[in-house]
């Protein structure tokens, strides 16, 4: 059953301004699912292939360049790091994955990290997805979100980069990836185009993490 749309009043998107513009830290970086902080917090993560700009844009929303570390080297993310969110959620950044030179074991590991983490997290309220708008979604993204839908874990698909292509070249790549999220079991219908460099669609985003406090 796919998740409906939601659209947020001025209000929420005021709250969860206020809730970004809260001080946001790190609080550790996490090898082995033994390590995970004994925590009732909700969780928040972001997955992606390596380089899809995912602790950029954790730095964009929270207003803060040095938060996640950003790299050019793909895959440079190598464990679960947790941020603390004035102290009402946890934003998780996950390990990168299918990066061009990544052998299959690389990912399959990935995968079954990920995967056991997904399964135990009670506390995990929502994956938001990220997938590079200039490439859409991938084989590799793909077996990515029936892991989820494995996992009974409910995602959602964000657009990163949108300001790299035309406006048109994004609705199309944003329809397409709406109709295939349409196919599985624990997406989220509505994907979101954000841009970390030009702060595009992030008052969305951060209302719709804000919703999960």
Known sequence: MDFAPQDFSAEQ???AQKLFDSECRFVLGV?????LPLSALPEAAFAGRSNVGKSSLIN????QKGLAKTSNTPGRTQQLNFFNLADCLHLVDLPGYGYAEAPDGTVKQWQKVIFAYLQGRVNLKRVFLLIDSRRGIKKVDLEVMEMLDKAAV???IVLTKSDKISAVALQKIKSEAETE???HS??????????????LGLEELRAEIASLA
Do not use: D, F, M
């Open 181 to 183: 999220c349409a196919k």
């Open 154 to 156: 409910t995602y959602q």
């Open 31 to 35: 090898a082995q699912l033994s390590q």
């Open 60 to 63: 964009a929303l929270c207003r």
């Open 186 to 199: 624990a997406a989220y219908i509505k994907v979101l185009a954000t841009s970390s460099e030009k702060k």
């Open 13 to 15: 998107i005021k709250t």
